[in-house]
């Protein structure tokens, strides 16, 4: 099981927050993509783009932070904050 926990920050302000539960046997990989799939519809925002940078701080911490740079669109908050919360 995968819990993975969004939250979307304006101001130093936790706007919104959601948590997906993947039980699938799909690789983490997999799992982690459907997530932001999810919580992408969830914020009603486009896909954000996984920049390497964004993809090194995930790897490092198990966290990242999507900022405006990651999306082709407009976003209403000052980033989106992507944390595993526990994994098999």
Do not use: C
């Not at 993975?4 to 983490?28: A, G, Q």
């Not at 997999?30 to 799939?37: E, G, L, S, T, Y």
């Not at 920049?51 to 980033?79: M, W």
């Amino acid at each position: 099981m995968m819990r993975i926990w969004f939250k979307s920050w304006k101001d130093n302000h936790m706007l919104h927050d959601y948590v997906v539960e993947d039980e699938s046997e799909e690789t983490r990989t997999h799992k982690i993509f459907a997530a932001v799939d999810k919580a992408s519809y969830e914020f009603d925002t486009s896909k954000p783009v996984w920049l390497d940078s964004t993809i090194r701080e995930f790897k490092r911490h198990g966290k990242a932070r999507f900022t405006q740079d990651n999306f082709v669109d407009e976003i209403p908050f000052d980033y989106l904050e992507i944390h595993v919360l526990e994994e098999d």
